[in-house]
Nanobody
Framework: QVQLVESGGGLVEPGGSLRLSCVASRRFFGIATMAWYRQVPGKERELVTIMDTLGFTNYTESVKGRFTISGDDAITGDAAKPTVILHMNRLKPEDTAVYYC???????????????WGKGTLVVVSA
């Protein structure tokens, strides 16, 4: 089994910054993508940003230029505990949500490709 644990959420004023961290509980045989999603009550979970095995990244339009995803050697599957970071700058009230870490990959050579999720960390942007 794999657990993903997010941290770094909290209350921040508009214009402020936060750094979210997600750490996996074990090494992966291979990782296809690492991503951050967010969800507001009553709405569907939305993709915020995603990074693939080549290091290419994509961001939802509303966070471009403000958020940055990064990781250690996790994307190559070499890290003992893969870690993915979300740097959030110039935060806005509309960024308020529960943020979820996602890793899609193979925990062993024989395991199928699966999606793994953290339990989420709450970000509140308010004055």
């Amino acid at each position: 089994q794999v657990q993903l644990v997010e941290s770094g959420g909290g209350l921040v004023e508009p214009g402020g910054s936060l750094r979210l961290s997600c750490v996996a509980s074990r090494r992966f045989f291979g990782i296809a993508t690492m991503a951050w999603y967010r969800q507001v009550p009553g709405k569907e979970r939305e993709l915020v940003t995603i990074m693939d095995t080549l290091g290419f990244t994509n961001y939802t339009e509303s966070v471009k230029g403000r958020f940055t995803i990064s990781g250690d050697d996790a994307i190559t599957g070499d890290a003992a505990k893969p870690t993915v970071i979300l740097h959030m700058n110039r935060l806005k009230p509309e960024d308020t949500a529960v943020y979820y870490c996602n890793i899609e990959g193979w925990v062993t050579e024989s395991a199928g490709r699966r999606n793994y999720w953290g339990k989420g960390t709450l970000v509140v942007v308010s004055a």
